[in-house]
């Protein structure tokens, strides 16, 4: 036995004995470990490549956060509608309420020009023009003024029927 492993390490060139780069690297790297290094390499892009589809990054976008109060007491409107429109009045979305706060919950929205209306079915619609700038948030104060009762209905005229014969007639000649 000592006669082989004496054999196989004069066939055999040990570190630094004129071996190139890719010698060694044949020496220490199977064709099992280069598969398996190459396999997770491409799980890990294709995960990160999934997660960058799902999760994109918009630079170009910010928020809009919308504070609804009646305009006398300050006190907050908690089931207002607010609707963000563009300048030709086509709906952008509908920014939901936050739970008895009386503000809308922010919304991501293009850079840009918007109109933004508010919506209450015992205060005035109130609209204005808003500008979302990328990166930042959009805080928005609306006070909502009560509308105003309805006019009494005018009162009911109650015509007296004709109390003779021929006034009928006279009605008609008149």
């Given amino acids: 036995m000592a006669v082989e492993d004496s054999a196989t390490d004069a066939t055999v060139p040990t570190q630094g004995e004129g071996r190139s780069l890719p010698q060694a690297l044949r020496q220490h790297i199977s064709l099992t470990r280069l598969q398996g290094v190459c396999g997770v390499t491409a799980a890990l892009l294709s995960i990160g490549g ?7 990054i918009h630079r170009d976008r910010g928020e809009v956060l919308a504070i609804v109060q009646e305009a006398r007491s300050g006190k907050p409107v908690a089931d207002a509608t607010v609707e963000v ?14 739970a008895g706060v009386g503000a809308a919950k ?20 109130e609209s204005r023009q808003i500008y979302v700038l990328a990166d930042q948030t959009a805080e928005i104060r609306v006070r909502l003024a009560l509308k105003p009762p309805p006019p009494p209905p005018p ?3 109650v015509e007296k029927p004709p109390s003779g014969p021929f006034e009928g007639l006279k009605k008609l000649f008149h």
Avoid: C, I, S
């Fill in 85 to 98: 429109l563009t300048l030709q009045d086509a709906l952008v979305t509908t920014l939901q309420p936050a």
């Fill in 50 to 56: 999934a997660f960058g589809y799902l999760a994109p």
């Fill in 106 to 125: 922010k919304a991501p929205m293009k850079e840009g020009t918007y109109r933004l209306r508010v919506l209450h079915p015992r205060y005035l619609t």
């Fill in 155 to 157: 009162p009911l005229v």
